[in-house]
């Protein structure tokens, strides 16, 4: 294999987790909230809230049902006001954590429940407030199942990142296409699907390993 | 310590268009506990025992009536005031409620954090706390690692770690196995002597309700039916249910051959079958023998059984009256005039 094609796996490789970097963290920062939010506003929590609770049901739903594909190319203009382009690995990032976001909100959301009511209200009676709750019982508490949902998010990014080729967003699963499949290059191909499998694998380990350091029960 | 006046409690379920409808949990339930005093509230599931403890500290919102703790009205407190009023309220609850990622010295000290207060304050209130309840070896284990009984004494010890003047239990030994309970039992005890806090406790369990409690009450349906000194309703409780609760707690009925004899309705040539209930100087007089001599009736015990309640001694027997029908009619009277409760339970046919 030419130096110049290993650059390019390189360089996609690097493009690839670039991508799954950007939209992870930044979906996370958002979706977290957004998850806690969607617990604490149900009816009967401590932050009951059951319209806006609906409302950002509502959103998040809508979220999670657009094709990634199609969500992609829909928003390009706001890609375009966001990063000023539509293509490339950070034009590519945008809609990645779009897709995101909804989907750490209702892994948080499903972590969240797994806590015993009984540990909310034996903070209530200890005379905490909602947000003292959210941060001393509901995120701790919530810390194994939360990482056991991050790191389904990022497995789930590294396979969403294949498609950014289509709005030539670059990237491993780019290369496949266009270099594999495209020019009949059987042996690139099988590098990048190789690749992609060790980066899952890697990063599932390191969430199972951050879950086990996590959990106390 | 605790007032509780006229506290109703009513859920309303929507029932998608044919109306609501309304569960009344609690009815117009009053009860008043005094500072330094142990209070049980005895009832069956479902009663409202658990939605009437909730309203103390406010976990649950009465739909009427006013909730005093300490000589402050609860229900009109502020978001903040109730918080801080929460504060000088312990709670200890039947599955622990301990959090899995924190260890033990860091779960007493939660309700500190929650109050703001600096490190070293906390560590100086969570070690004597340990020490108090057995654990101070476990300071750094966390909750899975032990046992139930060590669960409650850390929710005891975290319940008391804000100086509170009043300690709620919520069927706090109802998860345990008896010897665990008894242990709890005599630690909640302690606490309620050393430290002279209030407590209110809510129990299925007649064991409980003998071995700590000064007053106990009695719930049914949402309502409360007997307010009585402990020894006074062991001895004499004054409703059916109450009367349920003891006979089930000292376990005293018929045994089954009997239960099969017995007729409602006395006949030509059958004995009454009692059951004697007696308490205070009535133990210690040889009423049996007295009863033979007297009224020349004889009495072949079934069943008898006596017990100490918090310095009364309660006995119980189910007895068969031997003698014609106008003997043991005055015998249940000579009883009777001795102190002593006599519930017929029915009549058996003479074996001669």
Known sequence: MSSAMIDLILQATLDTLYMVAVSGLISTLVGLPLGVMLYVTRPRQILAKPVLNQVLSIITNVGRSIPFIILMVSIIPFTRMLVGTSIGINAASVPLTIAAIPFVARLVEAALNEISPGLIEAAQAMGATPWQIIRKVLIPEARGGIMTGLTITVVTLISYSAMAGAVGGGGLGDLGIRYGYNRFNPTIMLITVVILVIMVQGFQSLGDYLVRKSDRK | ????????????????????????????????????????????????????????????????????????????????????????????????????????????????????????????????????????????????????????????????????QVLLCDEATSALDPQTTSSILELLRDINHQLGITILLITHEMEVVKSICHRVSLISDGELVEDAEVGDFFTAPRTQLGREFLNDFLQLTPPKELIERLLDASGENTHPVVRLTFSGDAVSTPLISRLARECGVDVSILQAKVESIQERTLGLMIAELLGSPTQTQQAMHYLESHQLQVEVLGHVQRND
């Not at chain 2, 005093?37 to 658990?50: Q, R």
């Not at chain 2, 801080?84 to 609850?93: D, E, L, S, V």
């Open chain 2, 1 to 164: 310590m605790i007032e509780l006046s006229n506290i109703s409690k009513t859920y309303f379920s929507n029932n998608k268009g044919r109306g609501t409808n309304a569960v009344h949990a609690l009815k117009n339930a009053t009860l008043t506990v005094p500072k330094g005093t142990i209070h049980g509230v005895i009832g069956l599931s479902g009663a409202g025992k658990s939605t009437l403890i909730r309203c103390v500290n406010l976990l649950e919102r009465p739909t009427s009536g006013s909730v005093t703790v300490d000589g402050q009205e609860m229900t009109q407190l502020s978001n903040a005031a109730l918080n801080r009023a929460r504060h000088r309220i312990g709670m200890i609850f039947q599955h622990f409620n301990l959090l899995t990622t924190r260890t033990v010295f860091d779960n007493v000290a939660l309700p500190l954090e929650l109050m703001g207060q600096k490190r070293h304050t906390v560590r100086d209130r969570v070690i004597p706390l340990l020490e108090m309840v057995g654990l101070a070896d476990k300071a750094n284990q966390y909750p899975a690692q032990l046992s139930g009984g060590q669960k409650q004494r850390v929710a005891i010890a975290r319940a008391l770690a804000s100086k509170p």
